[in-house]
């Protein structure tokens, strides 16, 4: 049986590797529990999520993403809009919010309503960009035009510095429980790169020149990655020099990363 492309382009991953981790490394115990996933792409965060246990109910905002993820993992899988959370309150167990908020606009409307499907003293996770600006990797961002202001990725905001992240947590209820960062510069800068290489190329593609950041960036389906295969496989060729570029990281284990998790519970009553 073929593995799927989302496992396959895994394998081949520098930062989404490090995602994983962060995300089963802080991931509360789901045995038996109703669990929510936020932010669920095109489903390999599902299927690691699923793997570890519970019930998972897996959303995304964008189309190509829910119908990637829906082939890949199967059943639960729910396009949202960025409004409103469509399930009742105090639903879930556990709920893991995954990389996206920094796209939202109103983003603490948005915080507001996966709070509301938490259960009193439900878990919750939350991963997100720092957004540190006067750092090198950020200094490349605006190089690159993956900044806010030049609304790159889509984003409506840069990130959620620690200080930030615990202000929005508390702010709606949530006792935080920890707060630390992974991916450090010589990752993050590669994925940049990488994703700035790849934009161009799905960009070139579809004869768009003029298209801003709000277009690719990662391949949504396996269309989509099919259509740079020859980059791929020069990417596949190189991927070992990479890796090793990545391991540089290991010279600055004091330095934060520029992505963040943070953990904590919902206050009962």
Request: glycine content about 8%; hydrophobic content about 40%; charged content about 25%.
């Amino acid at each position: 049986m073929t593995e799927p492309w989302q496992l396959m382009l895994y394998r081949k991953s520098l930062k989404k590797k490090e995602t994983v981790k962060a995300l089963m490394d802080h991931l509360p115990p789901v045995d038996g529990k109703l669990c929510l996933e936020l932010g669920c792409g095109t489903g390999l965060t599902s299927h690691f999520l699923r793997e570890r246990g519970g019930t998972w109910t897996s959303c995304d905002f964008e189309r190509d993403h829910v119908r990637s993820a829906r082939q890949f993992v199967g059943e639960r899988v729910v396009q949202i809009e960025d409004r409103t959370v469509p399930f009742k309150t105090a639903t879930f167990d556990v709920v893991a919010a995954i990389n996206f908020l920094e796209h939202i606009k109103d983003d603490d409307r948005f915080f507001r309503e996966m709070v509301r499907v938490l259960k009193p003293g439900g878990r919750f996770l939350f991963m997100a960009p720092k957004g540190e600006h006067g750092r090198p990797g950020f200094a490349l961002k605006r190089m690159l035009g993956f900044t806010a202001d030049q609304e790159g990725f889509g984003h409506a905001r840069d990130g959620y510095p620690a200080a930030s992240t615990r202000a929005l947590m508390e702010r709606h209820g949530l006792e935080v429980d920890g707060v630390e960062s992974y991916c450090r510069f010589f990752t993050e800068s590669l994925e940049d790169m990488l994703n700035y290489a790849y934009h161009r190329k799905a960009m070139a593609k579809k004869a768009e020149q003029t298209q801003d950041f709000h277009g690719d960036t990662a391949p949504m389906s396996a269309e989509a990655l099919n259509n740079v295969g020859t980059a791929y496989k020069v990417y596949s060729a190189v991927f070992p020099a990479l890796r090793a570029w990545t391991t540089l990281d290991t010279l600055i284990p004091f330095s934060p990363g520029y992505m963040s998790v943070a953990w904590g519970r919902k206050k009962a009553g």
